[in-house]
């Protein structure tokens, strides 16, 4: 089942910060995060494991709720290179049966302005 | 490092016209392969994947298929496309382990008229 990401667009001027979120209806292994920007393939941001871990890549950090079957992506002091389509990616807790697949949600388009 | 080729990167095919799209895969071994579809404006919808040679599952019923006929190659095939298979094609990999990111390919944009 496709997880849920809020919202659907975010519109910001440089230096601002912005949240994504991710939910679940299903148990959850991992959440991935990725990046695509227009006509290119997602680029990888960063993976988070059941655990409530809290990863951080430059400006860009983001946490998983485990039992809330949630993540968030904060993105703070915004650049314009930041703009782009984010997706999250949500692998099944399913006792090694899950097969390394990924469900993606339906993406949140983020714009930069300067 | 990991490296994914596809090809082409843009193609536009007439309705009825068969359709192979290819997906190698170099840098490991015994990957998890996967085909993703992504419509216009939506995200990313999986439709087969792969854990080894000759292994297909197939995600969604269409009128795709898939074949893995070595480890690191992955085929996506129809034999007759329909205007709903337009849409932009990413070949995906994953290592075994749980903790691995899932790498994609550059992708082909298909237009189907």
């Known amino acids: 089942q496709q997880p849920v990401q809020s919202p659907q667009a975010v519109i910001l001027r440089e230096g601002e910060d912005a949240v994504i979120n991710c939910s679940s209806s299903k148990a959850l292994y991992s959440v991935h995060w990725y990046r695509q920007k227009h006509g290119e393939a997602p680029v990888f941001l960063m993976i988070?494991?059941?655990?409530?871990e809290q990863k951080g890549h430059e400006k860009i950090s983001a946490s998983f709720n485990e039992k809330k079957q949630q993540s968030s992506l904060y993105l703070t002091a915004s650049q314009l290179s930041y703009s782009g389509t984010y997706f999250c990616g949500t692998e099944r807790d399913a006792g090694g049966t899950s097969y390394g697949k990924l469900t993606f949600g339906q993406g949140t388009i983020l714009t930069v302005h300067p | 490092s990991q490296t994914i080729h596809q090809w082409p990167a843009t193609l536009v095919q007439p309705v009825g016209s068969p359709l192979s799209l290819e997906c190698t895969v170099e840098?490991?071994?015994?990957?998890?392969l996967y085909w993703y579809r992504q419509a216009a404006g939506r995200g990313l919808q999986l439709l087969f994947y792969s854990v080894g040679i000759g292994q297909i599952s197939s995600e969604v019923p269409q009128n795709l298929s898939a074949s893995r006929p070595q480890d690191r190659q992955f085929i996506l095939s129809s034999k007759k496309l329909l205007l709903s298979d337009s849409g932009f094609y990413l070949c995906?990999?994953?290592?075994?382990?749980?903790?691995?990111?899932?790498?994609f390919g550059s992708g082909t944009q298909l237009s189907v008229l």
């Open positions: 995906a990999l994953r290592g075994g382990q749980g903790y691995e990111k899932l790498f």
């Open positions: 840098g490991t071994s015994n990957p998890n």
């Open positions: 988070l494991l059941k655990g409530g």
